[in-house]
């Protein structure tokens, strides 16, 4: 099941959910239809296993966010957690590309991604609430944090911009840090 997943993950990339196949999966997989069916109703169905994955990893990102403020510690915490996100965004871009994409057309897709990230944006609004971040609305804020480094993540990871991921790191955390904090 694991190699299916991996696989799933490969041939969106590649060819994106709609194109794919399961044939597709399978050979990337190295494995056969009936193990696929044995697992996995469908592709679509392969996708929700995949979107759990990611729902879990995200969950659990959200809540090893360390406590912010607007000293050194706190922007040490954000450096890490975005260290992670880029972690989760490298196993999974693929999948978090093509649910976003399935949210402009408003496809089953789309709604289960956006619940994902519903969920990851208020686990990340709790702890700009409880930095106690003034003159920010911490549902807002959480929100354009979470486009920045999605964004940022993903023209880093596609190469779309010619930095490394340390470098990735350190700029969305600082970037981040001083939008909450201010210069510090």
């Known amino acids: 099941m694991n190699r299916l997943l991996a696989a799933g993950v490969t041939v969106f990339a590649r060819r994106g959910l709609h194109a794919?196949?399961?044939?597709?999966?399978?050979?990337?997989?190295?494995?056969?239809?009936?193990?696929?069916?044995?697992?996995?109703?469908?592709?679509?169905?392969?996708?929700?296993?995949?979107?759990?994955?990611?729902?879990?990893?995200?969950?659990?990102?959200?809540?090893?966010?360390?406590?912010?403020?607007?000293?050194?510690?706190?922007?040490?915490?954000?450096?890490d957690w975005v260290a992670r996100f880029l972690a989760?965004?490298?196993?999974?871009?693929?999948?978090?590309?093509?649910?976003?994409?399935?949210?402009?057309?408003?496809?089953?897709?789309?709604?289960?991604?956006?619940?994902?990230?519903?969920?990851?944006?208020?686990?990340?609004?709790?702890?700009?609430?409880?930095?106690?971040?003034?003159?920010v609305d911490p549902d807002v804020a959480a929100v354009a944090l979470v486009a920045m480094i999605e964004r940022v993540t993903y023209y880093g990871v596609t190469r779309h911009i010619p930095a490394e991921a340390d470098e990735l790191t350190e700029v969305l955390a600082t970037v981040a840090h001083r939008s909450l904090f201010g210069q510090s």
């Open 20 to 79: 794919a196949r399961v044939d597709d999966i399978v050979k990337e997989a190295r494995t056969s239809h009936g193990t696929f069916y044995r697992y996995f109703a469908s592709k679509e169905d392969l996708f929700r296993a995949l979107t759990t994955d990611v729902a879990d990893r995200l969950a659990d990102l959200a809540d090893s966010l360390g406590e912010l403020g607007p000293g050194p510690d706190g922007r040490t915490a954000l450096q």
């Open 88 to 135: 989760v965004y490298e196993d999974y871009g693929p999948v978090i590309q093509t649910w976003t994409e399935a949210e402009q057309d408003d496809r089953p897709e789309g709604r289960l991604g956006a619940d994902v990230l519903t969920q990851f944006v208020a686990r990340l609004a709790d702890r700009i609430r409880a930095a106690g971040v003034e003159g």
